[in-house]
């Protein structure tokens, strides 16, 4: 059973719209995943993070996609990478279906 959070909870959670502007293989990750360099606009910059998501995307497919990620969680060190934000994602085994905007927005919009 998941536990309940209230609404100051949840408006603590930064998630914001960004674009992916750089995929490398990360072959240090114990886990098959990219390291990717995202674009949150002007009032964030760009964030890196490493993402499982390799057994549904290509490094190609990722290049100028927007995504859902938390901005605000503290940096994770990730075998010799830094990340810097989550993206969002539904986990199905071990694919990982990325979320997405259904259309082109500016990056660093908020959600809520």
């Known amino acids: 059973m998941n536990e309940t959070i209230n609404w100051q909870d949840f408006a603590k959670i930064d998630m914001r ?10 072959p240090e990750a114990r886990n098959p995943a990219y390291q990717l360099h995202i674009d ?3 009032e964030i910059g760009i964030k890196k ?3 499982q998501v390799t ?3 290509t490094k190609e497919q990722l290049l100028g996609t927007q995504v859902v990620a ?3 969680f503290p ?3 990730i075998a010799n990478f830094m990340s810097e934000c989550l993206i969002l994602g539904a986990v ?4 990982v279906e990325l979320l997405q905007p259904r259309a082109l927005v500016a990056n660093g919009l908020k959600i809520s």
Do not use: C, P
């Open 92 to 95: 199905n085994g071990k694919d």
């Open 55 to 57: 057994t549904l995307y």
């Open 75 to 77: 940096k994770k060190q």
């Open 70 to 72: 938390v901005v605000n």
């Open 40 to 42: 949150f606009g002007e």
């Open 49 to 51: 993070t490493s993402a």
């Open 17 to 26: 719209v960004g674009t992916i502007i750089k995929a490398d293989d990360f």
